[in-house]
């Protein structure tokens, strides 16, 4: 069976700092692979998704890049926080076939000070 | 653009009553309505799904149905619980397209 995993859970940061999160899944191949952020109390917003290894679309501009150096890793950066990017992140996977239903790590929670 | 939209205000309902949650979409022509719960402190988990030539879904106390011209989708858990409580995300999607964007959700609370 399929897992996700990503760590690390908790994290604090001081602003200015690096930031990086990192999300595998085992038990499949070529899987999409996604990073959301959740402000506390707001939705899901999609920052990062990938369908292939070397293909990663931003959805939204800011201090955040992602990576994907192996086709079951997918890791979330940022060489400088902002008080601003703190929140729940997510990673979560599909497969290439059918509704394209989503798969979720248990997420990473960052507060950066 | 696109647009998914959720009911903001939390839905506070009696226990065995049953919940009606909405989720409308504009800009979008989906072949599919996906439903997912989230808990406090954890990730969405997919609970159902409706394809486009799909009028309702069930699955044990969950109903969904989809209206494309109307281009809404609406859920419902009957008999409900206080364990049902949890935030309730709805999420278009089509097989050509792995972007996927959430609705907003909606906050369920059943009082006992």
């Known amino acids: 069976s399929q897992t996700i995993h990503q760590w690390p859970a908790t ?16 038990g499949t191949s070529n899987p ?10 707001r939705g899901l917003q999609l920052l990062f998704y990938s369908v292939g290894i ?6 939204v501009p800011q201090n955040l890049s992602a990576s994907r150096p192996q086709d079951r890793q997918f890791i979330l950066s940022s060489k400088k926080l902002l008080l601003s ?29 | 653009s696109q647009k998914i939209e959720q009911n903001s205000e939390a839905l506070n309902i009696q226990e065995g ?29 997919f609970l159902l799904l409706i394809r486009e030539n799909e009028k309702e879904k069930r699955k044990e106390r969950l109903k969904v149905t989809f ?8 859920f419902h858990i009957t008999a409900s619980q206080p364990a049902d409580s949890a935030t309730y995300l709805c999420a278009p999607s089509r097989n050509s397209s792995y972007k996927l964007i959430f609705g907003s959700g909606t906050r369920l609370l059943v009082r006992p």
Request: hydrophobic content about 30%; proline content about 5%.
């Open chain 2, 17 to 45: 009553k049953t919940a009606t949650l909405t989720c409308n979409y504009t800009n979008y022509s989906p072949a599919y309505l996906q439903w997912y719960r989230q808990d406090p402190g954890r990730g969405p988990v």
């Open chain 1, 32 to 41: 999409n692979l996604y990073w959301y952020r959740q402000a506390a109390g």
């Open chain 1, 11 to 26: 994290l604090v940061q001081p602003v200015g700092s690096p930031l990086s999160l990192e999300c595998t899944v085992e």
């Open chain 2, 67 to 74: 209206d494309t011209t109307l281009k809404q989708s609406l």
């Open chain 1, 54 to 59: 070397g293909q990663i679309s931003s959805e």
């Open chain 1, 85 to 113: 990017d703190s929140g729940f992140y997510l990673c979560a996977w599909s497969s290439h076939s059918g509704a394209n239903v989503l798969t979720f790590g248990a997420g990473s929670r960052l507060t950066v000070l």
